[in-house]
């Protein structure tokens, strides 16, 4: 009833609507009118009443509600259906949740806060309220989970894309999954997939945008390495249009996967914003500890890496640090 | 508690144990001892009682409650934590929902009767009450989700050494997953994994064997290809027999290849069981049709398909029928 107020207050954009008109049109008492009305106050929307006149919408908070964000969603299929949470322990935990029970393809989680947001190995991932953009796509794609890792590479240069359409700001992607600006991270990308051996249950896609987070918010072992919209803007920007932008761009690049079966249109792009193509880099995992230059990236989503004695190792996972003045920096 | 009973009748096999005895020594009342002493008659269990003298244990069922199990599993990981269900959805099914939670490694999850068995690309899998063993490894392999075909692969291997071990039928493996007797469907694996791009965050194997299960209990489309080890041999066999030595063979191998990260050490082996290694077959999937002679399966279980021009194709994944007198026969 909430979102069916909000709707008729924003179909009268600016002018006077009476709570009479309200309640009759939507079968509801005056008082519950009245009710919503006050729990929307409370989420940031400023409503003006008037004796005789009734309520008029003013301004609208920067809100990811599915009615505030459909306007600028012009998908087919991503983010047709969306799902908003104020609080959630973490948007990809609870889309791992539900799609068992099976989802409509392209489903998008959204939290205005996560509880226990998660980067890659488990890591935490800092979400405070109403201050960043933490969404999970939910996909049914008919590819090998050898392929997952090409969903990775497109969704940065879509996010990467929609953060420079919104914001202006150029960012850069860091193998293999981290957006950058100036160095310091801006946006993770988790990818978490169910699958048998040959075919992919489906795959859900993990996106975090520190958008309107003040350094000081960050935890303290972040504030060096993590950045956000407004601290390299100097300017806060609307969420919901960032969203909306994401959800649009990763449709555009996805369909063209999915057609192609390849991201050859989109190698260029992700080699162009490489943060670490032709740099000395040291690469760590589990396993292996390497140092060299990056030579290449291939469509698959691999580093090539250039040892010392000019022979190419191929690398499929591991953290990278980029060579500064002073040593190896993450 | 009904289980303490079972283990104290157990603990004096063949001998008498008074209705006091037991009521002592677990604290209950020789009325609560009554009461789960008919249970488990409900169960299969064969008790006598003698007034005076007490209960005497004379049979067992084919039961694979963890503690009929425990006594024939000599692991040190996979089935120490052993879950037991007279009836679920799928053990596959069940294994997932408590996946993400967290669980020990090398659980193993068991039923008498699944209502909602499922094979490959979620087909149906019969899994009639009492007749299988329907069953589910779970695992937390430091592995890319490209090695969990190697999984699948090793797990035939133990599969099959199991079902020779108690029933002494040599069977074979039809690629990928399939184990086969006389050409007919005896068994199948469901390998299905949670994961990062290069990090695999749970595997379960899902086992189902067609043990003591009569031609009529198939459903009619299933009894010209499918069969059971009852059917082939003549005769039933203890099914925690066989469980047991399925999970301690599969720890056998899943060590070799968790310590060499390879499974090199069973590759002859598979190939050696394998029902389609030299055959004329086709191979079907949603994206090709293909015919021509298996000449070899790779360790990581890809087929080496030999086409008319004298080319040799890998497959990833698909359908196989082997070319008979009459045609191709899945």
């Not at 980067?119 to 996909?139: D, H, Q, V």
């Not at 996967?257 to 260029?268: A, E, L, P, R, V």
Request: proline share 2%; net charge negative; charged share 25%.
């Amino acid at each position: 009833m909430k979102e069916k107020i909000l709707q008729e207050l924003k179909s009268h954009a600016g002018f006077y609507i009476s709570g009479e008109e309200i309640s009759g049109s939507l079968q509801v008492s005056r008082t519950a009118v009245w009710k919503y009305i006050n729990q929307l106050k409370d989420m940031g929307y400023v409503i003006e009443s008037q004796t005789k006149k009734g309520y008029r919408l003013v301004e609208s908070p920067d809100s990811l509600l599915p009615q505030e964000m459909k306007g600028n969603i012009n998908t087919e299929v991503i983010g047709q259906n969306l799902k908003f949470f104020e609080q959630v322990d973490s948007t990809n935990l609870y889309a791992k949740r539900i799609a068992e029970g099976g989802f409509e393809d392209g489903t998008v989680i959204m939290a205005d806060e996560q509880l226990n947001g998660r980067g890659r190995m488990g890591r935490t991932w800092a979400s405070p309220k109403g201050k960043g953009i933490w969404m999970t796509i939910m996909l049914k794609p008919k590819i090998s989970p050898a392929d997952a890792s090409k969903v990775t590479l497109l969704t940065a240069c879509a996010v990467c894309k929609a953060i420079e359409e919104i914001s202006g700001l150029y960012t850069q992607i860091k193998w293999p999954n981290d957006i950058v600006l100036n160095g310091k991270k801006l946006c993770g990308i988790l990818t978490e997939m169910s699958a048998e051996i040959d075919e992919i249950n489906y795959l859900i896609i993990g996106i975090g945008v520190n958008v309107n987070i003040d350094l000081e918010d960050f935890p303290h072992e972040l504030q060096a390495i993590a950045t956000s919209i407004k601290i390299e803007k100097g300017d806060m920007i609307i969420r919901k249009e960032l969203a909306a932008a994401i959800i649009n761009n990763f449709e555009r690049y996805y369909k063209g996967f999915i057609m192609t079966g390849s991201i050859k249109d989109y190698i260029n792009e992700y080699k162009e914003r490489s943060a670490i193509l032709g740099k000395e880099v040291r690469v760590t995992s589990s396993t292996l500890e390497l140092q060299g230059t990056v030579v290449d990236i291939s469509e698959e989503g691999q580093l090539q890496l250039e040892l010392c004695d000019g022979s190419i190792k191929e690398i499929i996972s591991g953290e990278v640090s980029v060579r500064g003045l002073t040593g190896y920096i993450s």
